[in-house]
């Protein structure tokens, strides 16, 4: 059975920093794309940041220069760092994991609320 399970969400003020994390099992991490998307009320599923198993990145322009997405293969943990947060950055934030299109799944969510 396949989880993905983040944590780290919270409240926080504007321009102040959070770190999510999402603890991955039932799938073979190494070989997998995960990425970071995020939600807010009464919009689309947005991709935030990707990173592929051999460690290569991609971020949404909205967030590049203030986010981070790493990884750690031997915790089965993908990580996001976040700093510089703006009210703008409020939505609940979504773990996936990919792997050749074939395989895809989604965390639960963890809400971020940043407050100006």
């Known amino acids: 059975q396949v989880q993905l399970v983040e944590s780290g969400g919270g409240l926080v003020q504007a321009g102040g920093s959070l770190s999510l994390s999402c603890a991955a099992s039932g799938i073979i991490f190494r070989i997998y794309s995960m990425a970071w998307y995020r939600q807010a009320p009464g919009k689309q599923r947005e991709l935030v940041a990707t990173i592929t198993g051999g460690g290569s990145t991609n971020y949404a322009d909205s967030v590049k220069g203030r986010f981070a997405i790493s990884r750690d293969n031997a915790k089965n943990t993908v990580y996001l760092q976040m700093n510089s947060l703006k009210p703008e950055d409020t939505s609940v934030y979504y773990c996936?994991?990919?792997?050749?299109?074939?395989?895809?799944?989604w965390g639960q969510g963890t809400q971020v609320t940043v407050s100006s």
């Open positions: 996936n994991a990919k792997y050749r299109n074939s395989y895809d799944y």
